[in-house]
Structure formats: structure tokens, C-alpha cells
């Protein structure tokens, strides 16, 4: 009786898998601070893509680690980039039976860890940001991506990168935007996934968690500008933007279930404290219920073979 009248309900094509490829590991290598999460290899990103798509998952986001970074993150606009060498062979793996994204961003590229070039003075240069990610946008989509997460919160990114896009000949190309994206606690295991060398914070471009009024400004905007999607993270502390942001906008919410909630969950599991499969799926049945249309979880293919 209680599934006959359910209100909620999860199904596998809800949720979007994150992989990690860095360029130099040889066999897929554990990440210590998110147990079950791995770093790949191309071959092995190619293999988690697979399964994900037998899963029924909706999508996977590619994140890279490279072998080299620099201030201005060149590894990710070089054609030959290990993101853009993910890209190439998950799309030619997966095709088109899953949406195959990938994080428009140069954190995990830049040698200091912010997500945009750097003045003299050590702040981040929004418009010159720009520039950088739109050189970025059309490199992933030549690669194969069919979304990008345009995960960097400078302001006027988005239209920004639309018309790059448009203008090379990507107008089919979508955009995820993660308009709001709080300076969070929750994000450490994450920077141990793709080796973040962050000196400082980035609270001067991520949202303040006090504040809701600016997140649902930057998701107006974020609209105007063409997004085809909009993102929440991190999730679970967030439901109510969740659901502000569901009731604001007449496009797809996605919010993103990020590290730290999985490590949360998964070191109180391991203790005995939790009943895990349970908890599992009862937090991504609020962030579904709050309004989002997507999940990111480091879960998804597990849930969606559970499902």
C-alpha cells in the first residue's frame, strides 16, 4: 500500500555517475577519503561507462587529472588533453545510449586550484576566466561531450560559452549550469579525487550557505543566458534552494549528492552506525522529492542495479 501511493519515486535514468581519469595511473587506484570511488584509466572509465549505461543511469560527468598543471590550466584546452582523450573514448564506447558530460572548469588543470586565471594580486580574473572556458567548451564538445557543466560560477558564463558554442558549430551542444554552488565544507574528499592543488578558498565566486536570494538571482540569470539545465550543489544541506529553484524555473533541476555526504554516509556505514542501503536511498528520495529532476551521486550505477 505504501508503494501504490508513493509520491517519490527513484528510477535509474534520474541519476548521473561521476568518473574521475587522471592521466597517469596505470590501473583504476582507490581514493582513500571516498571508499568504493576510484580514479581511472581510459580503459577503465570506458568499462564504468558501460556498466553505467546496462544500469539504465542517465548520464556520466568526466573530471580529469593531468599530469601537469599550470597557471592557466593549459592541459585543459589542449586537444589532446587527458579530459578531452576521456571524452573521445567514453562517446565512442557509450555513443549516444547515455548522456556523456564533462566539468567545464580549470581547478583540477591550474597549478594554484582556483577555477579561473588569476591576477597579479592572487583574485580570479572573471572576464579573462571567460575567455579560458570558452576555449574549453569547444575543445570538449570537438571530444564528444554532449553536456557540459559549466561548474566555475563566473559570472556571465554561461551565455559566454553559448555562443562559443554556437559559433563553432556545437549549437546541439547542451549546458548544465551550476548556478548555485555554495562554498561548502562538503567538497574535501572530492579535492583528494582529483588531487586539487587549492591555495585559499573560493568564497569570493561561490555562494555564501547563509544566503538564498543571490542563488536564485544567479539561476535567473544563468536561464536568460540559455542554460538547458540548472544545478544545486552540494544536495543535502541545500533541499530548500532545491526546491525554491524547482518552483522558480521552467527548465530540468539537478542537484549534486557531493563528496562529502557520501563519505559522511559511507564512514558511518562502516561503523555500524547506519543502516547504509537504507540510508542510501532515503536521501536521494529528498533530493528528488525537493524538486530535482537529476541526481549526481557517487551511487548511481549501485542504486540503479538495486532499483
Request: charged share 25%; proline share 4%.
Amino acid at each position: 500500500m505504501r508503494r501504490l501511493v508513493a509520491q517519490t519515486r527513484l528510477h535509474p535514468a534520474d541519476f548521473i555517475l561521476p568518473l574521475f581519469i587522471k592521466e597517469t595511473v596505470e590501473e583504476p587506484t582507490p581514493i582513500a577519503s571516498m571508499p568504493g570511488v576510484l580514479q581511472h584509466t581510459l580503459s577503465s572509465a570506458r568499462k564504468a561507462a558501460a556498466e553505467a549505461v546496462a544500469d539504465g543511469v542517465g548520464g556520466v560527468m568526466l573530471y580529469a587529472v593531468p599530469a601537469v598543471k599550470d597557471a592557466r590550466g593549459s592541459a585543459g584546452t589542449d586537444p589532446d588533453g587527458i579530459l578531452q582523450r576521456a571524452l573521445a573514448e567514453v562517446r565512442a564506447e557509450v555513443g549516444d545510449a547515455t548522456v556523456v558530460m564533462s566539468d567545464l572548469c580549470l581547478d583540477e588543470f591550474t597549478d594554484h586550484g582556483h577555477c579561473g586565471v588569476l591576477r597579479a594580486d592572487g583574485s580570479v580574473d572573471n572576464d579573462a576566466t571567460l575567455e579560458r572556458y570558452a576555449e574549453m567548451a569547444v575543445r570538449q564538445a570537438e571530444a564528444g561531450a554532449h553536456m557540459l557543466g559549466t561548474s566555475g560560477m563566473m559570472d556571465g558564463q554561461v551565455g559566454f560559452v553559448r555562443r562559443a558554442l554556437d559559433a563553432a558549430g556545437f549549437q546541439d551542444t547542451a549546458i548544465l549550469a551550476y548556478s548555485a554552488k555554495y562554498a561548502s565544507a562538503f567538497y574535501g574528499p572530492f579535492r583528494d579525487a582529483v588531487e586539487s592543488s587549492l591555495q585559499g578558498d573560493r568564497r569570493t565566486y561561490q555562494q555564501d550557505p547563509a544566503n538564498a536570494l543571490e542563488s536564485l538571482r544567479e539561476v535567473r540569470l544563468d536561464v536568460e543566458e540559455g542554460a538547458d539545465m540548472v544545478m544545486v550543489k552540494p544536495a543535502l544541506s541545500y533541499l530548500d534552494i532545491v526546491r525554491q529553484v524547482a518552483d522558480l524555473v521552467d527548465v530540468p533541476v539537478a542537484a549534486y549528492q557531493v563528496s562529502g555526504e557520501y563519505a559522511m554516509v559511507e564512514a558511518a556505514a562502516a561503523n555500524g552506525w547506519l543502516d547504509r542501503e537504507r540510508t542510501i536511498l532515503e536521501t536521494l528520495t529528498s533530493v528528488r522529492r525537493a524538486g530535482a529532476t537529476s541526481i549526481l551521486t557517487y551511487w548511481a550505477a549501485e542504486v540503479a542495479r538495486a532499483l
